[in-house]
């Protein structure tokens, strides 16, 4: 612009005049520029002002924690998201009052790495954990950047964020604690020891307590491990335990979580859980001296079984457990349970191999003492050196020792059958009184010898039962030999039959040497053996009991024993379910008599009875084993039976067509061919050369479907090695008959 001057009065300015002007000019210049200067600056100072309040909106506005510090570290700004969560002021934040929020643990490395950022200006990168406002400590990720000046280069502010990687941590950190976890649960077979090491792997790094807890049976809970850090601490929870043992009937807890397999979390342990849980003033006077403030109860599950439970309790950390703690427990827990439950498997399997070898060392030997007697006695039976009553007596005992190995291999049998599911039953009404008695005279003999006095007390009017009598006259035999082998001389064996409701209760106790508590659950296991050693003063298998259980369950019965331990004697105790209508009062009143039931008495002699239809029967005998095969020969012919021996297939079926036998009986396992495949071939031919012959097989093959295989094959019947001369004379005369009924076809 410019400045104008007129007059209106004639005259010319001067050069004063002019410098005059020029001054007044130049001043206004500069006045007019300063209050442009001035209006600018105070537009840029509003500007600022606006901004600053734009950023510092912005910055609040954000879930991130924003912090600021002047260029010597000292905080001078926070944003109300970190404000929010410490729940505190800015005053008590700035400055240096962020160091209160910081875990003690923490603050002096997070100080060290902080000035050495102030001093080198390199970017400031720190993980430590804040106090958040409940309480608890997160980690969380501190990083700062410096804001240099352009010209100088000189820090002149330090820009921050705080980011929450707690979650992060605590997955990274729960990796590595359940790996760490799992070498341990795998570095044992010792599954106590590998436990009690996990209990104190867990303190502190998840509780302050930890105790695990195993279902010892259907009421016990036994407590396998405490850990904490304190010594004493843990001294005090022994102690509580010992005074206040769980069992499995309680309400909450440990019991509850075993009972019904669901984990249970307590953020907060209020007085009131403490008194739904303790019996007495004392019991909370001792949980309270452990400092509860928060636990978690977790079962162990492995296959669906509860094995039992692990306890994680917070006390004086402070700590509060989560969903996300809970979740992390039960995982740990199912690693757990599974190394128990293999650790366990491997156990069973150690013992099933011992108990394996123990039985077959205790088969040999019971099966060679026998063979022992029958071979001796054999050799001086044919020396012709004895006299007569010597010679009974051997007699006597290779037949007594026989029917011992008879028994032995039926026991195994029947064992067999059991664990296959093939034992079956002829069940019909069975009055238990008439069983009880023949089992009685088939021992007393054994009884009378060692001196041992039988009572037997028996309620007729007991009632019936539906059951198998040979079957149920075999659990007698068991508990009756049983109770006479382990019964000192001079001593006593009971037999008591009454009714007892619905139920009739038969028990055979003894004097003898009694049981111990410690081997009681294990009487009815098989194989097993109070005392297995070889010094032991009884044989047996350890079969007998284990098939008594299994045939009383069989007829829906039940059976215990009961000891008060070594030298108090034993009794044994069957239940048995009477029918639910007797046949005895269903006859009374149609005016009839009761049908009673024969029942086969144990261990009698069987004579040699012939058969008529065997004089003069053509029997083509093949056998390869010569003394079996020379005394089915001499049975057959004391019944004037025509007999022709042979060793093998081959040798058979040339003679079944050049002699033309009647019966055919022959042995399965040959050298060769097999009766199998003889019989195959036998039945192969046309009637005219022997194809329709009546056969049996004469096998020591007893199994179920061994008897199935060889009727498929072509035998009329099975019979089972060993056999009685009885028994062989019945089944030639039955097939007799059947050769009897083609000879009158073909007529």
Known sequence: GGLFFGHEQAGVFTERTAHLVEGLAAQAAVAIDNARLFETAKDERGKAEASERYYRFLADAIPQQIWTAQ????????????????????????????????????????????????????????????????????????RALPMRDADSGRIDKWFGTNTDIDDRKRAEESQRFLAEASEVLVSSLDYEATLTALAHLVVPRLADWCSIDMVADERTIRRLAVAHQDPAKVELALELDRRYPQELTDAEGVAKVIRTGQPEIYPNVPEILLALVTRDDGQVRMLRELGLKSAMIVPLIAHNRVLGAVTFIAAESGRHFSAADLSFAEDLAHRAALAVDNARLY????????????????????????????????????????????????????????????????????????????????????????????AVDSVRPAAEARGIRLQVVLDPGAGPVSGDPDRLQQVVWNLLSNAIKFTPKEGR??????????????????????????????????????????????????????IVRHLVELHGGTVAAESE???????????????????????????????????????????????????????????????????????????????????????????????????????????????????????????????KIPAAALTAYARAEDRMRALLAGFQLHVQKPVEPAELTAVVASLAGRAMENKAEKG
């Open 71 to 142: 260029s010597d570290g000292t905080l001078d700004y926070v944003n109300q998201t970190t404000l929010n969560y410490f729940a505190r002021t800015a005053e008590e934040v700035l400055g240096a009052g962020w160091q209160a929020v910081v875990h003690p643990d923490d603050l002096s490395a997070c100080l060290e790495r902080w000035m050495r950022s102030l001093e080198t200006g390199e970017v400031y990168d720190c993980e430590f954990r804040l106090r958040r406002a409940d309480g608890e400590y997160r980690w969380h990720l501190a």
């Open 347 to 438: 156990r069973e399997a150690q013992e099933v191999n011992r108990l394996k070898d123990e039985f077959l060392a205790t088969l040999s030997h019971e099966l060679r003492t026998p063979l022992t007697a029958v071979l001796g006695w054999t050799r001086l039976l044919s020396s012709g050196q004895l006299d007569e009553a010597t010679g009974r007596r051997a007699l006597e005992t290779i037949e007594r020792n026989a029917q011992s190995q008879v028994q032995l291999i039926d026991d195994i049998l029947d064992v067999s059958r059991i664990i296959r599911g093939k034992l079956r039953l002829d069940v019909r009404p069975v009055e238990l009184a008439p069983v009880i008695e023949a």
């Open 493 to 546: 064996v009971q037999v008591l039959l009454t009714r007892v409701k619905s139920h009739l209760e038969f028990t055979v106790s003894d004097t003898g040497q009694g049981i111990e508590k410690k081997f009681l659950p294990y009487v009815f296991d098989r194989f097993r053996q109070a005392d297995p050693s070889t010094t032991r003063k009884h044989g047996g298998l350890g079969l007998g009991l284990a």
């Open 565 to 691: 331990g070594a030298g108090q004697g034993t009794t044994f105790k069957v239940s048995l379910p009477l029918m639910v209508v007797h046949q005895r009062e269903q006859a009374a009143k149609a005016g009839e008599h009761a049908p009673v039931a024969e029942h086969p008495t144990a261990g009698g002699r069987h004579a040699l009875e012939c058969q008529p239809e065997l004089e003069g029967l053509r029997v083509l005998l093949v056998e390869d084993e010569p003394d079996s095969r020379q005394m089915l020969v001499v049975v057959l012919r004391q019944c004037r039976a025509e007999v022709l021996a042979v060793s093998n297939a081959a040798d058979a079926l040339v003679q079944l067509e050049s002699w033309r036998p009647d019966v055919l009986i022959s042995d399965i396992e040959m050298p060769g061919e097999d009766g199998y495949t003889l019989i195959r071939k036998v039945r192969s031919l046309p009637p005219e050369r022997g194809g």
